[in-house]
Every structure is written in structure tokens, then in C-alpha cells.
């Protein structure tokens, strides 16, 4: 039997095992206490893992949710390709208005956001459908709905369509 070479990672293994658990943790302790109150050490407590793997792993809990979020979307928040623009993003916009209804997950989220303005990570177009959603339950503190999600993706089409170049600024 061959055997593995060094810092090669086995799916399934001990690592998967913790990933599952501490992003378990994640999600219990941001249902419970939001953003405000979550942090790595409690997430660590809960999932029976030392703070330093969290650490390690994941840099942080901005680190620890960015992850939580991309396991998220690639699992619940499919991203349609029906050949048209304006459905597809219909589609996808309402299917992230939809995700927010989740306590944790809006936690998680407003996290992520706050990480994106410093850093300016997220992709344009992405930025543009979800901008509108997000300033609705984030800043203006309503709860988005079917019709914000339709003109989010509008909005985004039509940028995408006119090639509506980026001035991003650095904060």
C-alpha cells in the first residue's frame, strides 16, 4: 500500500470530520447569539476542538464564516444557467432573499459583507444583485422580498449588459 505524501489531506478523514464539526458549532452559535456575540472560542467549545485549530485552519472567524458561506451557497443556493440573463438572475437573486430567512445565515452573511467593504472581495456582478438585498435587511433593517430580488437581478443585468465598468475605491 502506497502510502500518503506529507500534508496530503483525506477526504472524510480526522480534518473532514473537524471542518463538519466546528462549521456545525458555527452555525448553533450564530443562531444563538448572532455575530454580535459569536466568537472562536465559544465556536471551539461547542464543536470539542482546541481555539488554536480554528485559528489555524481558518485564520478567524471572519475566516471560519467566509467558509461557512461558500459550503452554504454551493449547497443550498444553486446558480441557475438556463441561457437567459435576466431569469437566471432572477432566480439566483431570490434564492439568496430566501437564504437570509435564516437567522445564522443572515448572521453569517452581515459578517461576510463587512469583511467584503474592507477588502472589496466579491465580483461585480454578484456585488450588484446582492447590494440592493443586502442594504434592505442590513442597513435599512426591512425584510427583502420577491420584488426587491427581481429588481436586484434587473439592476444586475442591465450593468452586465452595458459593461458597466468597476471605480472601486480603497477604504
Do not use: C
Amino acid at each position: 500500500m502506497d502510502a500518503e505524501p506529507p500534508g496530503t489531506r483525506r477526504p472524510g478523514g480526522r480534518t473532514a470530520r473537524t471542518r463538519a464539526a466546528v462549521l456545525r458549532a458555527a452555525i448553533s452559535e450564530l443562531a444563538e447569539s448572532g455575530y454580535a456575540g459569536t466568537t472562536v472560542e465559544r465556536i471551539a467549545a461547542r464543536a470539542g476542538v482546541a481555539k488554536t485549530t480554528i485559528y489555524r485552519r481558518w485564520g478567524g472567524l471572519n475566516g471560519l464564516l467566509a467558509d461557512l458561506m461558500a459550503q452554504y451557497a454551493a449547497r443550498e443556493i444553486p446558480v441557475p444557467d438556463t441561457g437567459h440573463l435576466d431569469s437566471d438572475l432572477r432566480a439566483l437573486a431570490r434564492e439568496i432573499v430566501a437564504s437570509l430567512q435564516h437567522p445564522a445565515i443572515r448572521a453569517a452573511f452581515g459578517s461576510i459583507v463587512a469583511a467584503a467593504i474592507q477588502d472589496q472581495a466579491a465580483q461585480e456582478v454578484l456585488q450588484i444583485v446582492t447590494a440592493q438585498i443586502y442594504y434592505r435587511l442590513f442597513i435599512a433593517g426591512e425584510q427583502p422580498s420577491q420584488a426587491v430580488a427581481d429588481r436586484a437581478a434587473a439592476t444586475a443585468a442591465a450593468a452586465a449588459r452595458a459593461n458597466v465598468p468597476s471605480h472601486r475605491r480603497h477604504l
